[in-house]
Protein backbone atom coordinates (compact mmCIF):
# COMPACT_ATOMS: atom_id res chain seq x y z
CA UNK A 1 0.00 0.00 0.00
CA UNK A 2 1.84 3.46 -1.03
CA UNK A 3 2.25 5.41 1.81
CA UNK A 4 2.72 9.41 1.96
CA UNK A 5 3.73 11.80 4.46
CA UNK A 6 -0.05 13.12 5.66
CA UNK A 7 -0.98 16.28 4.81
CA UNK A 8 -3.73 16.61 7.11
CA UNK A 9 -3.62 18.20 9.62
CA UNK A 10 -0.85 20.76 9.02
CA UNK A 11 2.00 20.52 11.89
CA UNK A 12 1.40 22.50 15.08
CA UNK A 13 4.15 25.04 15.08
CA UNK A 14 5.79 23.54 18.45
CA UNK A 15 5.96 20.07 16.58
CA UNK A 16 8.35 21.16 14.35
CA UNK A 17 10.63 21.33 17.35
CA UNK A 18 10.33 17.22 17.14
CA UNK A 19 14.06 17.78 14.91
CA UNK A 20 15.33 17.40 18.39
CA UNK A 21 14.27 14.28 19.37
CA UNK A 22 17.64 11.77 18.99
CA UNK A 23 16.24 9.40 16.47
CA UNK A 24 14.55 11.77 13.56
CA UNK A 25 13.77 9.76 10.73
CA UNK A 26 11.68 11.62 7.31
CA UNK A 27 8.71 8.67 7.55
CA UNK A 28 5.13 8.71 9.14
CA UNK A 29 3.90 5.13 10.24
CA UNK A 30 0.37 6.15 8.83
CA UNK A 31 -1.79 5.60 5.73
CA UNK A 32 -2.47 8.58 3.62
CA UNK A 33 -6.18 7.37 3.62
CA UNK A 34 -8.30 7.69 0.71
CA UNK A 35 -11.56 9.60 0.64
CA UNK A 36 -13.77 9.19 3.46
CA UNK A 37 -11.65 9.26 6.43
CA UNK A 38 -10.92 5.79 7.88
CA UNK A 39 -12.87 5.35 11.13
CA UNK A 40 -10.71 3.91 13.31
CA UNK A 41 -7.51 5.66 14.62
CA UNK A 42 -5.15 3.06 15.57
CA UNK A 43 -2.39 4.58 18.18
CA UNK A 44 0.84 2.68 18.62
CA UNK A 45 3.72 3.70 20.82
CA UNK A 46 6.36 4.75 17.70
CA UNK A 47 7.09 3.45 14.21
CA UNK A 48 9.16 0.63 14.51
CA UNK A 49 12.09 -0.27 12.07
CA UNK A 50 10.77 -2.31 9.66
CA UNK A 51 7.97 0.09 9.18
CA UNK A 52 10.13 2.72 9.19
CA UNK A 53 12.32 1.35 6.25
CA UNK A 54 9.72 0.19 4.41
CA UNK A 55 6.93 2.48 5.12
CA UNK A 56 4.14 0.00 6.21
CA UNK A 57 2.90 0.55 9.84
CA UNK A 58 3.02 -2.99 11.51
CA UNK A 59 5.12 -4.53 9.57
CA UNK A 60 6.42 -7.97 10.41
CA UNK A 61 5.88 -10.54 12.50
CA UNK A 62 3.52 -8.10 15.00
CA UNK A 63 1.68 -6.74 12.00
CA UNK A 64 0.67 -10.29 11.23
CA UNK A 65 -0.43 -11.18 14.76
CA UNK A 66 -2.31 -7.51 14.54
CA UNK A 67 -4.40 -8.61 11.46
CA UNK A 68 -4.93 -11.84 12.89
CA UNK A 69 -6.81 -10.16 16.02
CA UNK A 70 -8.80 -7.46 13.70
CA UNK A 71 -10.01 -11.12 12.23
CA UNK A 72 -11.50 -12.19 15.24
CA UNK A 73 -13.77 -9.36 14.78
CA UNK A 74 -14.51 -9.86 11.16
CA UNK A 75 -11.77 -7.51 9.51
CA UNK A 76 -10.63 -8.64 6.25
CA UNK A 77 -7.10 -7.38 5.00
CA UNK A 78 -8.76 -5.13 3.15
CA UNK A 79 -11.14 -4.18 5.81
CA UNK A 80 -7.86 -4.14 8.02
CA UNK A 81 -6.49 -1.21 5.39
CA UNK A 82 -9.05 0.61 4.51
CA UNK A 83 -11.09 1.23 7.73
CA UNK A 84 -7.78 2.13 10.16
CA UNK A 85 -5.86 4.85 9.94
CA UNK A 86 -2.64 4.65 11.68
CA UNK A 87 -0.53 6.97 13.75
CA UNK A 88 1.76 6.47 17.16
CA UNK A 89 2.38 8.29 20.24
CA UNK A 90 5.41 9.73 18.95
CA UNK A 91 6.55 9.96 15.25
CA UNK A 92 10.18 9.19 15.16
CA UNK A 93 12.01 5.48 15.74
CA UNK A 94 12.95 5.59 18.54
CA UNK A 95 15.89 2.88 18.12
CA UNK A 96 16.60 0.09 20.15
CA UNK A 97 16.37 -0.53 23.89
CA UNK A 98 20.56 -1.24 24.67
CA UNK A 99 20.80 -4.78 25.71
CA UNK A 100 17.21 -6.03 24.99
CA UNK A 101 15.56 -7.25 21.56
CA UNK A 102 12.53 -4.38 21.98
CA UNK A 103 12.82 -0.89 20.74
CA UNK A 104 13.19 1.81 23.73
CA UNK A 105 10.42 3.59 24.92
CA UNK A 106 10.25 7.21 23.99
CA UNK A 107 11.22 9.51 27.03
CA UNK A 108 8.55 11.81 28.49
CA UNK A 109 10.06 14.83 26.10
CA UNK A 110 10.02 13.01 23.34
CA UNK A 111 6.27 12.10 24.16
CA UNK A 112 5.81 16.00 24.95
CA UNK A 113 7.30 17.04 21.68
CA UNK A 114 5.01 15.01 19.20
CA UNK A 115 1.74 15.58 21.18
CA UNK A 116 0.69 18.62 19.53
CA UNK A 117 0.16 16.31 16.29
CA UNK A 118 -1.32 13.38 18.02
CA UNK A 119 -3.84 16.02 19.58
CA UNK A 120 -4.42 17.61 16.09
CA UNK A 121 -4.46 13.91 14.44
CA UNK A 122 -7.40 12.98 17.01
CA UNK A 123 -9.57 16.72 16.19
CA UNK A 124 -8.73 16.51 12.55
CA UNK A 125 -9.75 12.76 11.79
CA UNK A 126 -12.59 12.87 14.37
CA UNK A 127 -12.75 9.16 14.88
CA UNK A 128 -15.44 7.21 16.39
CA UNK A 129 -13.41 4.61 17.33
CA UNK A 130 -9.35 4.59 19.03
CA UNK A 131 -7.58 1.47 19.46
CA UNK A 132 -4.74 2.13 21.70
CA UNK A 133 -1.93 -0.94 20.83
CA UNK A 134 0.67 -0.87 23.91
CA UNK A 135 1.14 0.34 27.58
CA UNK A 136 2.67 3.46 26.25
CA UNK A 137 -0.90 4.66 23.91
CA UNK A 138 -2.93 3.13 26.90
CA UNK A 139 -1.51 5.04 29.88
CA UNK A 140 -1.34 8.07 27.42
CA UNK A 141 -4.87 8.37 26.96
CA UNK A 142 -6.75 5.92 29.86
CA UNK A 143 -4.09 6.32 32.61
CA UNK A 144 -1.62 4.08 34.10
CA UNK A 145 -2.49 0.72 35.26
CA UNK A 146 -2.12 -2.94 35.08
CA UNK A 147 -2.60 -4.05 31.42
CA UNK A 148 -4.87 -6.82 32.42
CA UNK A 149 -7.38 -4.20 33.78
CA UNK A 150 -7.71 -2.71 30.14
CA UNK A 151 -7.53 -5.32 28.00
CA UNK A 152 -11.19 -7.06 26.90
CA UNK A 153 -12.83 -4.15 28.00
CA UNK A 154 -13.71 -0.81 25.75
CA UNK A 155 -13.90 2.36 27.53
CA UNK A 156 -15.87 5.96 26.37
CA UNK A 157 -14.86 9.43 26.91
CA UNK A 158 -14.22 12.47 25.51
CA UNK A 159 -17.09 11.31 23.18
CA UNK A 160 -15.18 8.27 21.88
CA UNK A 161 -14.79 4.45 22.02
CA UNK A 162 -11.42 3.62 22.96
CA UNK A 163 -10.15 0.34 22.59
CA UNK A 164 -7.01 -1.01 24.52
CA UNK A 165 -4.92 -3.64 23.45
CA UNK A 166 -1.30 -5.11 24.10
CA UNK A 167 1.47 -4.85 21.49
CA UNK A 168 1.56 -8.08 19.66
CA UNK A 169 5.64 -8.01 19.53
CA UNK A 170 7.00 -11.26 19.45
CA UNK A 171 9.04 -10.21 22.51
CA UNK A 172 6.41 -9.56 24.90
CA UNK A 173 5.12 -12.34 27.37
CA UNK A 174 2.40 -11.10 28.35
CA UNK A 175 0.60 -12.98 25.55
CA UNK A 176 1.74 -16.66 26.90
CA UNK A 177 -1.18 -16.65 29.35
CA UNK A 178 -4.27 -18.21 28.18
CA UNK A 179 -6.32 -15.55 30.06
CA UNK A 180 -4.27 -12.83 28.71
CA UNK A 181 -5.31 -14.11 24.70
CA UNK A 182 -8.76 -14.46 26.15
CA UNK A 183 -8.79 -10.52 26.94
CA UNK A 184 -7.75 -9.67 23.31
CA UNK A 185 -10.26 -11.96 22.23
CA UNK A 186 -12.82 -9.95 24.01
CA UNK A 187 -11.63 -6.81 23.22
CA UNK A 188 -11.99 -8.01 19.46
CA UNK A 189 -15.83 -8.79 20.37
CA UNK A 190 -15.84 -5.13 21.81
CA UNK A 191 -14.61 -3.88 18.96
CA UNK A 192 -17.26 -6.04 16.33
CA UNK A 193 -20.30 -5.11 18.40
CA UNK A 194 -19.10 -1.27 17.89
CA UNK A 195 -18.82 -1.41 14.10
CA UNK A 196 -22.49 -2.94 13.96
CA UNK A 197 -23.84 -0.39 16.46
CA UNK A 198 -21.68 2.31 13.80
CA UNK A 199 -23.11 0.50 10.86
CA UNK A 200 -19.92 0.22 9.67
CA UNK A 201 -19.75 -3.23 7.40
CA UNK A 202 -16.70 -5.54 7.45
CA UNK A 203 -16.43 -7.89 4.53
CA UNK A 204 -14.93 -10.52 6.60
CA UNK A 205 -15.88 -13.65 8.15
CA UNK A 206 -15.69 -13.31 11.97
CA UNK A 207 -12.87 -15.95 13.06
CA UNK A 208 -13.07 -17.97 16.39
CA UNK A 209 -10.70 -17.25 18.96
CA UNK A 210 -7.78 -20.16 19.31
CA UNK A 211 -8.45 -22.30 22.44
Known amino acids: MPLARDPRPAAPPSILLVGQAPSRNEHESFALPDDPVPPILLVGQAPGLRATIEGVPFAGISGAKLRQWFALAGFSEADF ?9 TKCYPGRLPGAKGDRVPTPAEQALCRPWMDAQLAVLDPPIVVLVGQLAISTFLGKGPLHTFVGEGFEQDGRR ?3 LPHPSGVSTWLNDRDNQARVARAMAVLAGWMAEFGIPVSGTRTPAPR
Open 81 to 89: WRLIYFSAV
Open 162 to 164: WLP
